[in-house]
């Protein structure tokens, strides 16, 4: 592929010259028999690179895309994707609007964000869809789609299978360092739920704010107890306190019906600082 198109740039290259060269002599400018050769020569040669650029398209596409990983899965989150109109506001594969992130990477996002634990990141993306957090002064947020549990699902698994498609690296990675370093795995149960619950994709620890604020040092704000309600129930913390959300400039939290036992893990491993 990359000989095909440093050939097609070098033969472009030539037959402009030879043009420019012409165009500035009358005496060949007249020389219709030979204008009309360069003419179909040039017209053949660059009729042979198109060819041989679609032959090898039709070539390696089986190959990035792997089409036979197409599962019902897949395809029922492609159907999901169209029904909330997702592509109204996201990019994917070249497609869409820039109002919102592009999602063709969104997978591997997760997967970093979960510390390489792919479960974690599946029930953190599934959990993301059903429990968006709304705008802010700072964030645009994202609609509450009501989306059942099984439209997230297929929508993870279309949003999978999509990041898996050679795209010659676009899209660049964003420039906002990753929440995580990718290839680890989470250091504690608490860190285990933080990630599977959803929590990663709004808060980070440490790598400053996302869709909610940097939980570093959360401990130091907020006793052991607040912690835990506030993730067991936020909106009871906010009625309260009679402020929502807490912390001005930020989406209220959405209610991710955690027990809790298990937030009570998750304050642990928030106050503990583990990472």
Same mark, same amino acid.
């Given at each position: 592929?990359?000989?095909?198109?440093?050939? !097609?740039?070098?033969?472009?290259? &030539? *037959?402009?010259?030879?043009? =420019? =060269?012409?165009?500035?002599?009358?005496?060949?400018?007249?020389?219709?028999?030979?204008?009309?050769?360069? #003419? *179909?020569?040039? &017209?053949?040669?660059?009729?042979?690179?198109?060819?041989?650029?679609?032959?090898?398209?039709?070539?390696?596409?089986?190959?990035?895309?792997?089409?036979?990983?197409?599962? %019902?899965?897949?395809?029922?989150?492609?159907?999901?994707?169209?029904?909330?109109?997702?592509?109204?506001?996201?990019?994917?594969? $070249?497609?869409?609007?820039?109002?919102?992130? /592009?999602?063709?990477?969104?997978?591997?996002? #997760?997967?970093?964000?979960?510390?390489? /634990?792919?479960?974690?990141?599946?029930?953190?993306?599934?959990?993301?869809?059903?429990?968006?957090?709304? %705008?802010?002064?700072?964030?645009?947020?994202?609609?509450?789609?009501?989306?059942?549990?099984?439209?997230?699902?297929?929508?993870?698994? #279309?949003?999978?299978?999509? !990041?898996?498609?050679?795209?010659?690296?676009?899209?660049?990675?964003?420039?906002?360092?990753?929440?995580?370093?990718?290839?680890?795995?989470?250091?504690?149960?608490?860190?285990?739920?933080?990630?599977?619950?959803?929590?990663?994709?709004?808060? !980070? =620890? $440490?790598?400053?704010?996302?869709?909610? %604020?940097?939980?570093?040092?959360?401990?130091?704000?907020?006793?052991?107890?607040?912690?835990?309600? *506030?993730?067991?129930? %936020?909106?009871?913390?906010? /009625?309260?306190?009679?402020? !929502?959300?807490?912390?001005?400039?930020?989406?209220?939290?959405?209610?991710?019906?955690?027990?809790?036992?298990?937030?009570?893990?998750?304050?642990?491993?928030? =106050?503990?600082?583990?990472?």
């Amino acid at each position: 592929m990359i000989f095909l198109v440093w050939l !097609s740039v070098l033969l472009l290259f &030539v *037959f402009l010259m030879v043009y =420019i =060269i012409w165009s500035l002599r009358a005496e060949e400018r007249l020389a219709l028999p030979r204008l009309r050769a360069t #003419f *179909f020569g040039g &017209v053949l040669a660059f009729t042979a690179i198109f060819v041989a650029f679609t032959w090898h398209t039709l070539r390696v596409m089986p190959r990035t895309t792997h089409g036979d990983q197409l599962t %019902p899965a897949v395809r029922d989150g492609k159907l999901a994707w169209q029904k909330y109109v997702c592509i109204d506001c996201h990019t994917i594969l $070249g497609n869409g609007a820039y109002y919102a992130s /592009d999602l063709t990477r969104a997978w591997p996002r #997760f997967v970093d964000r979960a510390g390489g /634990d792919e479960a974690a990141a599946r029930t953190a993306m599934k959990t993301w869809l059903q429990h968006p957090p709304g %705008p802010s002064a700072t964030s645009r947020g994202m609609p509450q789609f009501a989306m059942s549990g099984r439209e997230a699902e297929s929508l993870v698994e #279309f949003l999978r299978w999509t !990041s898996k498609i050679d795209t010659n690296g676009w899209p660049p990675k964003p420039l906002r360092e990753q929440t995580a370093t990718a290839g680890t795995t989470p250091a504690s149960p608490g860190a285990t739920l933080f990630a599977s619950n959803g929590c990663t994709a709004c808060h !980070s =620890i $440490g790598q400053g704010r996302i869709q909610g %604020p940097d939980l570093a040092g959360v401990g130091r704000r907020y006793d052991r107890d607040t912690i835990i309600a *506030f993730i067991v129930d %936020p909106q009871a913390v906010y /009625d309260r306190k009679g402020k !929502s959300p807490v912390n001005e400039g930020y989406p209220t939290m959405p209610s991710l019906a955690i027990s809790p036992p298990d937030a009570a893990l998750i304050a642990d491993y928030l =106050i503990g600082g583990q990472s």
